[in-house]
Structures are given as C-alpha cells and as structure tokens.
C-alpha cells in the first residue's frame, strides 16, 4: 500500500502538527504512518469554527441535511478501496471485516437520511383548550470521543446522529485506529458546511479537553466502565449532555431445549466474530445441565473448524488478532490466570509471544475456551474483550437469572430456546438493554442500543437515540 498522509480537520482545512504518533499493525507488528497529535490550540479552533458553523447549520431544514448524509454514503462508497485497506492495517481485521466497516458506515447515513427514520415534531397533548406541539432542538457542538474495535462505524454513528439533529461535531478516533476516520472526513470535505464535521487525532488529554470545555454542548464517548466515570464527573462542570456506551460482559443462556445445531453456530459466532472485541459479543455462557456436554462438544468442534487463526489479511476471515498490545496484554494475562489457577482449558489457550522460534509476529490468541470456571473467576467477573469464553450449566432459572445479572453487564444478553415463551420470560428479567432471542447479539440502526447500570448512560440508534442529540421543546397553543 502507497505512503498515506494524514490530517486533522479543522474548518475543513488541512492541518498537520509538529508532533505525531504511530500506531502498530496488529498482525505484523510493524509500524504505520506517522499521524499529527492535535494540539489544545487546534482544539479550540475547532470549538470556534463548530460554533461559527452552527449558527446556520441549526436552521438547515431536515430534508437538506438527510441529503447531506446521502452524499456522505456516496462519498464513502466512492473511498471503499481506500478506507477497507487503512482499516484493515490498523485495526488488524481482514480486509472482509474492514469492508463491513465501511459498509455499515454507508447503510447508517441511508438509514437516517429516510424521513421515517429521523425525529419530527407531533402533538403531545390536545384538548378544547389547549394544543402542545413537541419540537425537537438542536444542542450545539457534540465531541465524539470513539473506540477502537469497530472506527468507521462507531465513529459514523455518532456523526451521522449529530448531523441528522442538527448539530455541530468533533470527532475524536481513539489513538489505537486514527488513520480511517482522519481519511474520511477529509475525504468528506466539501459535502458538509465547513466547521460542521472536523477531526482531531489525540490521547486522554485532548479528550479530557472536550469533557470540560464549555463550548461543546454534548459528550458522546464509547470505552470503559472507569473512564466513562469520569467523563461523566467531567461533563457534569457545565452540565452538558452525555451518553456512554460502556463495558457489556455479557451473559447467554441456552436452555434445555434449545436447537443446539443452530445455538452453537450462533453462539461462536456472537463469541469469536472480530475475535470477541464486540461490545455486545456474547462473554458467558450458561447452558441448561441437561445438554451442558453436548452443547461444549460441538462448541469446540464448532469454534475448532471456523475461527483461525489467519495470517493474510486478503483471505475472507471473521476471526483476527487483538486489535492492540495493550488489549493483548489484558486477554493474555486472562488465559495465564486460567492456567495457571488449572481451569479446564478444552480448546485454544495458545498465546503467540513475538519473537517467537518460528520468527512470526501480531498479536493473535487462538479461540479459547474453559468449561466450567468458577463464578468468581476474573474470566467471568470482567470482560474480557478478547477470544477467550467461559461456559457454565445451570439448572434452575433464577439462579442463572442472578448469576447473569452482574452490574458491568447491561449492555446485552441472548437466550436460545425453542419455547419462545420461556424465551421471552427469562428475557424480560435480564437487565441488559438489549436482548437476542435465537440469535447472537447484533444491534440494529433502527433499534435503540443502551445499557443498564454499570453497563452505560443514555443510549444510541433508533429515533429515540437521537433524543439525546436533541431539546425536546413543547409549544403550547391556546385555543
């Protein structure tokens, strides 16, 4: 691939900076492109042209900025080839993952660019005296302080709900994957009003900045239980708005009767997909006592046939490295905890050291499974945001209910049963924010994703995402 340059995106002008990071290629260990480390001085040029653009941007009516977000699709059509390639060195997925990226970026601004799709005013009450009107309101500049596992569409998301709403955004990529978001928006300079969609490429300092400044009416940020704290300690100086998407260790349970042909393929899949750094990867399993052995016999059998490791990034692949060292390091010290506390490893546990005899490199784990850890085990307390699952049985309901229900997983669960009745009632008693029935845990644009307790605050997608970009204002008409 040809040397590439980056930017950060300020009034939709290049600016470089005299200090820059590089980031390393997951699978090869190798360094990438030097990017500019934007300073607090670019940063508060941003907020000023944000807040310049925004004074006219509030007024754009919705039919106007839906067209815009058409044209974003198109624009990242367009750069498919491009943004696949880049995603695919830094985030260390194959270039079959980095496409979907890209993809769903494309299919989040169609989605809000159709009518149906976005808020719109309705009458909240009327009767002989009275007619109240809800209207929805813009919010300002929001900062969009984003992850690492997924950048295009994490990123997107938060875009494409601040533009659809009528606000201003800053988008910070996380510093482990800045490449592809930094390509795109200044590939999508032109489409939007300058100061409407910039860019800054920085570490915790730069989004400690964006949490204090007043000049910035929203926080929304994807990461950690503990930095989610204090992000929102941080915003609650000058009260802004905030959403946290935060850590989801997320149960699953298989009941007696599940279709286990179909549950197991579901389940690896909600598991291994992306190596398990999903939000909403499926991180315990509890399987009914009765089919607890079949079920980790063909799970392994399952896991062993499908998700491997695979070294060329061009072969068609779900499975990958770790997207970074440091994620390494926490899975790594997982599965060295798990030996060496002598839990029944029954598939996977290899750990490739760089450096290795064989010379090879990147940051790969195998697909790993433990039968029946202890429930205080830090495999199934933490999440592990890596390819490593624990399965446990279960006999009675309630029990696997409380055990599921662990404050730092709110943010998903699935159940699979062929009785969808019994289905439905375990589901309504896991407090998680989404649950899958017969299925592995995959968010939907049209449905609204958040988490419970631990698990987050506020929520995105569906209409009532854009809530939290938005003032609702009722107008009361007196008759």
């Known amino acids: 691939m040809e040397e590439v340059k980056f930017h950060n995106i300020i009034n939709d002008t290049l600016r470089s900076s005299p200090t820059t990071h590089t980031v390393t290629d997951p699978r090869t260990e190798s360094a990438l492109w030097p990017c500019p480390i934007a300073s607090p001085a670019d940063f508060e040029d941003a907020v000023t042209s944000a807040q310049t653009a925004f004074k006219t941007w509030k007024l754009t009516p919705l039919s106007e900025r839906q067209a815009l977000l058409t044209k ?204 398990g750094q999903v939000c909403v990867a499926t991180k315990r399993v509890y399987v009914h006592e009765s089919v607890y052995e079949e079920f980790v016999r063909r799970l392994v059998e399952e896991v062993k046939g499908n998700y491997t490791v695979v070294e060329d990034a061009s072969v068609p692949s779900v499975f990958g490295p770790v997207s970074n060292e440091m994620q390494f390091e926490t899975v790594k010290r997982i599965v060295e905890d798990c030996k060496g506390k002598g839990y029944d490893i029954v598939a996977g546990g290899e750990v490739r050291e760089s450096g290795n005899a064989e010379g090879k490199k990147g940051f790969w784990l195998e697909p790993t499974i433990v039968k029946g850890p202890p429930e205080d085990s830090v495999l199934v307390k933490e999440e592990q945001f890596g390819p490593i699952l624990p399965v446990l049985s279960w006999s009675d309901e309630d029990d696997v209910i409380n055990r599921s229900n662990l404050a730092n997983a709110g943010l998903g669960a699935s159940v699979y049963s062929s009785d969808l009745a019994q289905a439905e009632r375990i589901a309504r008693r896991l407090e998680a924010g989404g649950v899958w029935i017969n299925r592995s845990e995959r968010p939907h644009m049209g449905a609204y994703f958040s988490g419970f307790k631990d698990s987050g605050f506020g929520g995105e997608m569906g209409k009532q995402g854009l809530l939290s970009y938005s003032y609702t204002q009722s107008i009361h008409f007196a008759k």
């Open 72 to 275: 974003l699709a198109s624009n990242l059509e367009d750069h498919l080839p491009l943004l696949s390639q880049i995603l695919a060195r830094e985030s260390g997925k194959s270039l079959l993952l980095s496409e979907l990226d890209v993809r769903t970026s494309i299919a989040q601004c169609l989605h809000y660019a159709q009518p149906a799709n976005a808020l719109s005013d309705y009458v909240q009450f009327e009767d002989d005296t009275v007619k109240i009107i809800a209207t929805h309101v813009p919010l300002g500049v929001v900062a969009a302080i984003c992850p690492w596992n997924f950048p295009l569409i994490l990123s997107n998301l938060k875009v494409v709900s601040s533009l659809v709403t009528g606000n201003c955004v800053i988008v910070k990529p996380s510093p482990f994957t800045p490449y592809a978001v930094m390509k795109w928006i200044e590939l999508a300079r032109g489409i939007l009003p300058p100061g409407v969609l910039q860019v800054l490429n920085g570490g915790a300092d730069l989004g400690q900045l964006m949490t204090l400044h007043p000049g910035i009416a929203k926080v929304s940020f994807t990461g950690t239980i503990a930095v989610g704290k204090a992000v929102m300690t941080a915003c609650a100086k000058t009260l802004k708005k905030v959403t946290l998407e935060l850590a989801g260790n997320n149960a699953c349970i298989v009941c007696a009767d599940a279709d286990l042909s179909k549950a197991v393929k579901n389940v690896a899949s909600g598991a291994f997909f992306n190596a």
